[in-house]
Protein backbone atom coordinates (compact mmCIF):
# COMPACT_ATOMS: atom_id res chain seq x y z
CA UNK A 1 0.00 0.00 0.00
CA UNK A 2 1.40 3.14 -1.01
CA UNK A 3 2.15 5.42 2.61
CA UNK A 4 0.72 8.42 3.17
CA UNK A 5 3.33 9.82 5.53
CA UNK A 6 6.20 10.69 3.34
CA UNK A 7 6.00 14.07 5.20
CA UNK A 8 8.47 14.99 8.39
CA UNK A 9 4.94 15.53 10.27
CA UNK A 10 2.37 12.87 10.66
CA UNK A 11 -0.16 13.26 8.02
CA UNK A 12 -3.83 13.11 9.28
CA UNK A 13 -7.09 14.67 8.75
CA UNK A 14 -7.42 17.36 11.31
CA UNK A 15 -10.27 16.87 13.94
CA UNK A 16 -10.68 13.50 13.20
CA UNK A 17 -9.95 11.19 16.59
CA UNK A 18 -8.17 8.08 15.63
CA UNK A 19 -7.33 6.81 19.14
CA UNK A 20 -10.64 6.42 20.77
CA UNK A 21 -10.83 3.29 23.26
CA UNK A 22 -12.58 1.49 20.70
CA UNK A 23 -10.14 1.85 17.60
CA UNK A 24 -7.20 1.03 19.80
CA UNK A 25 -8.87 -2.17 20.53
CA UNK A 26 -9.15 -3.22 17.01
CA UNK A 27 -5.21 -3.83 16.34
CA UNK A 28 -5.02 -3.14 12.40
CA UNK A 29 -8.22 -1.08 12.17
CA UNK A 30 -8.84 1.45 9.06
CA UNK A 31 -9.18 3.99 10.78
CA UNK A 32 -12.37 6.70 10.66
CA UNK A 33 -12.23 8.69 7.93
CA UNK A 34 -13.88 12.29 7.22
CA UNK A 35 -15.41 13.20 3.93
CA UNK A 36 -18.30 15.62 2.86
CA UNK A 37 -20.59 16.69 -0.43
CA UNK A 38 -19.53 19.80 -1.69
CA UNK A 39 -23.24 20.49 -2.89
CA UNK A 40 -24.26 21.40 -6.13
CA UNK A 41 -24.63 18.60 -7.48
CA UNK A 42 -20.96 17.34 -7.64
CA UNK A 43 -20.70 13.59 -7.16
CA UNK A 44 -17.87 12.45 -4.03
CA UNK A 45 -15.27 10.47 -5.69
CA UNK A 46 -14.87 7.22 -4.70
CA UNK A 47 -11.06 7.26 -3.97
CA UNK A 48 -11.96 10.44 -1.77
CA UNK A 49 -13.77 8.10 0.70
CA UNK A 50 -11.92 4.63 0.52
CA UNK A 51 -8.90 6.21 -0.14
CA UNK A 52 -5.70 7.36 2.39
CA UNK A 53 -4.75 10.31 1.20
CA UNK A 54 -4.90 12.98 3.21
CA UNK A 55 -5.28 16.32 1.70
CA UNK A 56 -6.22 19.03 3.97
CA UNK A 57 -6.95 21.44 0.58
CA UNK A 58 -8.88 18.47 -1.09
CA UNK A 59 -12.92 19.94 -1.38
CA UNK A 60 -13.66 16.78 -0.06
CA UNK A 61 -11.26 15.48 2.65
CA UNK A 62 -9.99 18.44 3.85
CA UNK A 63 -10.91 22.06 5.67
CA UNK A 64 -12.08 23.79 2.46
CA UNK A 65 -15.36 25.08 1.30
CA UNK A 66 -16.62 25.75 -2.09
CA UNK A 67 -18.89 28.42 -2.86
CA UNK A 68 -19.27 31.59 -5.38
CA UNK A 69 -17.97 31.01 -8.62
CA UNK A 70 -17.46 27.35 -10.61
CA UNK A 71 -15.53 27.62 -13.98
CA UNK A 72 -14.63 25.04 -16.49
CA UNK A 73 -11.27 25.11 -18.08
CA UNK A 74 -8.91 22.51 -20.13
CA UNK A 75 -5.80 21.46 -18.49
CA UNK A 76 -2.49 22.43 -20.13
CA UNK A 77 0.07 21.50 -17.09
CA UNK A 78 0.24 18.74 -14.60
CA UNK A 79 3.65 19.34 -13.55
CA UNK A 80 2.97 20.87 -9.60
CA UNK A 81 2.18 18.54 -6.96
CA UNK A 82 -1.69 18.20 -6.19
CA UNK A 83 -2.09 21.52 -7.71
CA UNK A 84 -2.98 22.10 -12.11
CA UNK A 85 -2.25 24.53 -14.51
CA UNK A 86 -6.10 25.44 -16.69
CA UNK A 87 -6.45 27.71 -19.54
CA UNK A 88 -9.92 29.52 -19.64
CA UNK A 89 -10.68 30.97 -23.24
CA UNK A 90 -12.69 34.00 -23.58
CA UNK A 91 -14.25 36.51 -26.27
CA UNK A 92 -13.78 39.94 -25.73
CA UNK A 93 -15.13 42.63 -27.91
CA UNK A 94 -14.10 45.54 -29.62
CA UNK A 95 -16.33 48.32 -30.19
CA UNK A 96 -14.52 50.28 -32.85
CA UNK A 97 -15.18 47.27 -35.19
CA UNK A 98 -17.63 44.99 -34.04
CA UNK A 99 -16.18 42.24 -33.59
CA UNK A 100 -14.15 39.75 -31.33
CA UNK A 101 -11.12 39.23 -30.23
CA UNK A 102 -9.36 35.84 -28.45
CA UNK A 103 -8.45 35.98 -25.16
CA UNK A 104 -7.29 33.69 -22.32
CA UNK A 105 -6.31 33.00 -18.92
CA UNK A 106 -4.41 30.62 -17.18
CA UNK A 107 -5.58 29.63 -13.65
CA UNK A 108 -3.84 27.76 -10.98
CA UNK A 109 -6.33 25.30 -9.47
CA UNK A 110 -5.74 22.96 -6.70
CA UNK A 111 -6.53 18.63 -7.42
CA UNK A 112 -7.50 16.65 -5.15
CA UNK A 113 -5.65 13.13 -5.30
CA UNK A 114 -9.04 11.69 -5.55
CA UNK A 115 -8.93 12.64 -8.98
CA UNK A 116 -6.87 9.84 -10.64
CA UNK A 117 -3.61 11.03 -13.17
CA UNK A 118 -5.25 13.52 -15.29
CA UNK A 119 -3.85 14.51 -18.36
CA UNK A 120 -3.18 17.60 -20.41
CA UNK A 121 -6.02 18.23 -22.32
CA UNK A 122 -8.72 17.47 -19.99
CA UNK A 123 -11.68 19.21 -19.26
CA UNK A 124 -12.07 20.70 -15.77
CA UNK A 125 -15.10 21.89 -13.84
CA UNK A 126 -13.37 23.96 -10.47
CA UNK A 127 -15.22 25.53 -7.83
CA UNK A 128 -14.19 28.87 -6.24
CA UNK A 129 -12.74 28.44 -2.71
CA UNK A 130 -10.59 30.44 0.07
CA UNK A 131 -7.04 31.39 -1.16
CA UNK A 132 -5.28 27.85 -0.58
CA UNK A 133 -1.46 29.30 -1.79
CA UNK A 134 -0.37 32.69 -3.35
CA UNK A 135 -1.94 31.93 -6.04
CA UNK A 136 -4.48 29.53 -6.42
CA UNK A 137 -8.18 29.81 -5.35
CA UNK A 138 -10.42 26.97 -7.03
CA UNK A 139 -10.00 23.29 -6.42
CA UNK A 140 -11.23 20.91 -8.89
CA UNK A 141 -14.61 19.14 -8.22
CA UNK A 142 -14.87 17.20 -11.84
CA UNK A 143 -12.81 16.10 -14.50
CA UNK A 144 -14.21 14.87 -18.05
CA UNK A 145 -11.25 12.84 -20.29
CA UNK A 146 -10.66 14.47 -23.11
CA UNK A 147 -8.28 14.25 -26.13
CA UNK A 148 -6.65 17.07 -27.78
CA UNK A 149 -4.67 16.87 -31.05
CA UNK A 150 -1.95 19.42 -31.33
CA UNK A 151 -0.50 21.92 -28.42
CA UNK A 152 -2.89 22.32 -25.88
CA UNK A 153 -1.76 25.56 -25.31
CA UNK A 154 -2.71 26.59 -28.80
CA UNK A 155 -6.17 25.95 -28.90
CA UNK A 156 -9.04 27.93 -28.66
CA UNK A 157 -12.14 25.91 -26.30
CA UNK A 158 -14.91 27.82 -25.70
CA UNK A 159 -17.27 26.67 -22.84
CA UNK B 1 13.05 45.49 13.27
CA UNK B 2 11.01 46.28 10.19
CA UNK B 3 9.22 42.52 9.87
CA UNK B 4 6.35 43.42 7.33
CA UNK B 5 3.66 40.81 6.21
CA UNK B 6 2.63 42.50 2.85
CA UNK B 7 2.29 41.13 -0.46
CA UNK B 8 3.59 44.17 -2.20
CA UNK B 9 7.14 42.55 -2.33
CA UNK B 10 6.32 39.48 -3.78
CA UNK B 11 6.32 39.34 -7.42
CA UNK B 12 3.28 38.58 -9.57
CA UNK B 13 1.64 34.92 -11.05
CA UNK B 14 3.14 36.34 -14.04
CA UNK B 15 6.46 36.56 -12.47
CA UNK B 16 5.95 40.78 -13.58
CA UNK B 17 7.19 42.77 -10.46
CA UNK B 18 4.42 44.97 -8.32
CA UNK B 19 5.47 48.83 -8.05
CA UNK B 20 6.28 49.63 -5.05
CA UNK B 21 3.78 53.02 -4.63
CA UNK B 22 2.67 53.03 -0.89
CA UNK B 23 4.83 52.70 2.27
CA UNK B 24 5.04 50.09 4.72
CA UNK B 25 2.00 50.24 7.03
CA UNK B 26 1.39 49.68 10.75
CA UNK B 27 -1.60 47.19 10.35
CA UNK B 28 0.99 44.93 8.42
CA UNK B 29 3.67 44.86 10.61
CA UNK B 30 4.87 41.89 12.29
CA UNK B 31 7.08 40.93 15.45
CA UNK B 32 10.01 38.68 16.57
CA UNK B 33 9.42 35.23 16.93
CA UNK B 34 9.34 34.47 20.27
CA UNK B 35 11.64 31.28 20.67
CA UNK B 36 10.04 29.71 23.59
CA UNK B 37 13.11 28.00 25.42
CA UNK B 38 12.32 25.29 27.27
CA UNK B 39 14.17 25.96 30.80
CA UNK B 40 13.37 23.48 33.91
CA UNK B 41 11.31 25.45 36.54
CA UNK B 42 11.27 28.97 34.86
CA UNK B 43 8.24 30.42 33.71
CA UNK B 44 8.77 33.53 31.61
CA UNK B 45 5.54 34.93 29.89
CA UNK B 46 5.27 38.39 28.48
CA UNK B 47 2.18 40.26 27.84
CA UNK B 48 1.99 42.31 24.40
CA UNK B 49 -0.61 45.24 23.43
CA UNK B 50 -1.67 44.04 19.90
CA UNK B 51 -3.86 45.47 17.46
CA UNK B 52 -7.61 46.52 18.54
CA UNK B 53 -6.55 46.73 21.88
CA UNK B 54 -6.13 42.77 22.51
CA UNK B 55 -3.01 40.84 24.40
CA UNK B 56 -1.03 38.39 23.48
CA UNK B 57 0.98 36.40 25.90
CA UNK B 58 4.62 35.76 24.22
CA UNK B 59 6.49 32.92 26.58
CA UNK B 60 9.65 32.81 26.42
CA UNK B 61 10.39 30.17 28.79
CA UNK B 62 8.07 27.54 30.11
CA UNK B 63 8.48 24.38 31.84
CA UNK B 64 5.41 23.15 32.48
CA UNK B 65 2.07 22.78 30.34
CA UNK B 66 -1.26 20.90 30.42
CA UNK B 67 -1.69 18.04 28.35
CA UNK B 68 -4.37 15.63 27.57
CA UNK B 69 -4.69 12.27 27.47
CA UNK B 70 -7.80 12.05 24.79
CA UNK B 71 -8.29 8.44 24.93
CA UNK B 72 -8.87 8.34 28.92
CA UNK B 73 -10.35 11.76 28.91
CA UNK B 74 -8.69 13.41 31.23
CA UNK B 75 -6.09 16.34 30.98
CA UNK B 76 -3.05 16.65 33.90
CA UNK B 77 -0.59 19.52 33.82
CA UNK B 78 2.87 18.07 33.34
CA UNK B 79 6.40 19.03 33.66
CA UNK B 80 8.21 18.96 30.24
CA UNK B 81 11.27 17.25 30.60
CA UNK B 82 12.95 17.45 27.14
CA UNK B 83 12.16 18.25 23.36
CA UNK B 84 12.46 15.47 21.51
CA UNK B 85 11.32 15.83 17.64
CA UNK B 86 10.26 19.29 15.78
CA UNK B 87 8.98 18.70 12.03
CA UNK B 88 10.04 21.75 10.63
CA UNK B 89 13.57 22.53 12.00
CA UNK B 90 16.04 20.06 14.15
CA UNK B 91 17.93 23.22 14.99
CA UNK B 92 14.93 24.14 17.25
CA UNK B 93 15.35 20.45 18.76
CA UNK B 94 18.66 21.01 19.74
CA UNK B 95 17.98 24.47 21.11
CA UNK B 96 15.04 22.87 23.17
CA UNK B 97 12.82 25.85 21.32
CA UNK B 98 8.86 24.79 22.19
CA UNK B 99 6.58 25.81 19.40
CA UNK B 100 3.06 24.21 18.24
CA UNK B 101 3.68 21.02 16.80
CA UNK B 102 6.84 19.81 18.57
CA UNK B 103 7.07 16.19 20.34
CA UNK B 104 8.51 16.84 23.80
CA UNK B 105 8.66 14.40 26.31
CA UNK B 106 6.36 14.75 29.57
CA UNK B 107 6.60 13.96 32.95
CA UNK B 108 4.56 10.91 33.60
CA UNK B 109 3.67 10.81 37.29
CA UNK B 110 -0.02 13.06 37.20
CA UNK B 111 -1.24 10.55 34.46
CA UNK B 112 0.27 7.32 36.93
CA UNK B 113 -1.60 9.07 40.11
CA UNK B 114 -4.77 9.71 38.40
CA UNK B 115 -4.76 6.31 36.67
CA UNK B 116 -3.99 4.41 40.20
CA UNK B 117 -7.00 6.27 41.51
CA UNK B 118 -9.41 5.66 38.75
CA UNK B 119 -8.90 1.89 37.96
CA UNK B 120 -6.81 0.84 40.74
CA UNK B 121 -3.79 -0.48 38.37
CA UNK B 122 -0.24 0.91 38.82
CA UNK B 123 1.01 1.39 35.61
CA UNK B 124 4.99 1.55 35.48
CA UNK B 125 7.90 -0.74 35.93
CA UNK B 126 6.62 -3.69 37.67
CA UNK B 127 8.30 -3.94 41.32
CA UNK B 128 9.68 -7.48 42.57
CA UNK B 129 7.43 -8.07 45.11
CA UNK B 130 3.97 -7.07 43.70
CA UNK B 131 1.78 -9.28 42.08
CA UNK B 132 -1.47 -8.47 40.93
CA UNK B 133 -2.54 -6.99 43.83
CA UNK B 134 -2.66 -3.06 43.56
CA UNK B 135 -1.34 -1.43 46.60
CA UNK B 136 -4.40 -1.12 48.33
CA UNK B 137 -3.62 1.37 51.88
CA UNK B 138 -7.44 2.05 51.87
CA UNK B 139 -10.56 0.15 52.54
CA UNK B 140 -12.57 -0.17 49.29
CA UNK B 141 -16.55 -0.42 50.01
CA UNK B 142 -17.83 -3.57 47.45
CA UNK B 143 -19.65 -1.30 45.36
CA UNK B 144 -16.26 0.85 44.77
CA UNK B 145 -14.59 -2.11 44.20
CA UNK B 146 -16.85 -3.34 41.84
CA UNK B 147 -17.43 0.01 39.75
CA UNK B 148 -13.35 -0.29 39.91
CA UNK B 149 -13.42 -4.21 38.74
CA UNK B 150 -15.62 -2.96 35.81
CA UNK B 151 -13.87 -0.18 34.68
CA UNK B 152 -10.89 -1.85 33.97
CA UNK B 153 -12.53 -4.67 32.24
CA UNK B 154 -13.91 -1.63 29.55
CA UNK B 155 -10.29 -0.40 29.50
CA UNK B 156 -8.44 0.04 26.42
CA UNK B 157 -4.59 1.78 26.30
CA UNK B 158 -2.55 1.79 23.98
CA UNK B 159 0.50 -0.57 24.42
CA UNK B 160 2.98 1.48 23.56
CA UNK B 161 2.05 3.71 25.81
CA UNK B 162 2.05 1.51 28.48
CA UNK B 163 5.35 1.06 27.71
CA UNK B 164 6.32 5.06 28.08
CA UNK B 165 4.85 4.82 31.54
CA UNK B 166 8.63 2.61 32.68
CA UNK B 167 10.27 5.08 31.74
CA UNK B 168 8.33 7.60 33.71
CA UNK B 169 8.25 9.76 30.32
CA UNK B 170 4.96 10.02 27.98
CA UNK B 171 5.73 11.78 24.37
CA UNK B 172 3.43 14.89 24.04
CA UNK B 173 2.64 17.16 21.03
CA UNK B 174 2.32 20.20 21.49
CA UNK B 175 -0.59 21.79 20.66
CA UNK B 176 -1.10 25.02 22.04
CA UNK B 177 1.18 28.00 20.18
CA UNK B 178 3.57 28.91 23.12
CA UNK B 179 4.31 32.33 21.61
CA UNK B 180 0.54 33.42 20.89
CA UNK B 181 -1.05 32.15 24.38
CA UNK B 182 1.77 31.80 26.50
CA UNK B 183 0.92 28.52 27.43
CA UNK B 184 2.49 24.82 26.34
CA UNK B 185 -0.62 22.34 26.17
CA UNK B 186 -0.77 19.39 23.93
CA UNK B 187 -2.11 15.97 23.65
CA UNK B 188 -0.61 12.56 24.61
CA UNK B 189 0.49 10.78 21.00
CA UNK B 190 -1.13 7.23 20.84
CA UNK B 191 -1.49 4.78 18.26
CA UNK B 192 -0.32 5.50 15.03
CA UNK B 193 0.52 8.61 15.68
CA UNK B 194 2.81 7.36 18.24
CA UNK B 195 4.95 4.78 16.54
CA UNK B 196 5.54 7.53 13.86
CA UNK B 197 7.09 9.54 16.05
CA UNK B 198 9.01 6.85 17.87
CA UNK B 199 10.34 5.55 14.57
CA UNK B 200 11.28 9.44 13.90
CA UNK B 201 13.20 9.75 17.19
CA UNK B 202 15.00 6.51 17.08
CA UNK B 203 15.90 7.78 13.37
CA UNK B 204 17.65 10.80 14.58
CA UNK B 205 18.82 8.81 17.69
CA UNK B 206 21.19 7.04 15.24
Redesign the interface.
Known sequence: MADVQTQRAFQKQEGIFQNSKKLLAKKTSKGVRYWKEVGLGFKVPKDAVEGNYIDKKCPFTGNVSVRGAILKGIVISTKMTRTIIIRRDYLHYVAKYNRYEKRHRNVPVHISPAFGPVNEGDIVVCGQCRPLSKTVRFNVLKVIPNEIIGNVRKQFVLF | MGISRD?RH?RR?TGGRMPIHKKKRAFEKGRQAAMTKLISGEKRVRRIRVRGGNFKFRALRLSEGNFSW??QGVAKKAKIVEVVYH??NNELVRTKTLTR?VIVQVDATPFKLWYAKKYNVELGPKKKDKKDAPAEQTKKSNSLQKKLAQRVK?????QLVQEQFSNQRLLVRITSRPGQSGRADGYIL????LE??IK?VEQKKK
Open positions: SKLASPSGENVIDEGKEFYK
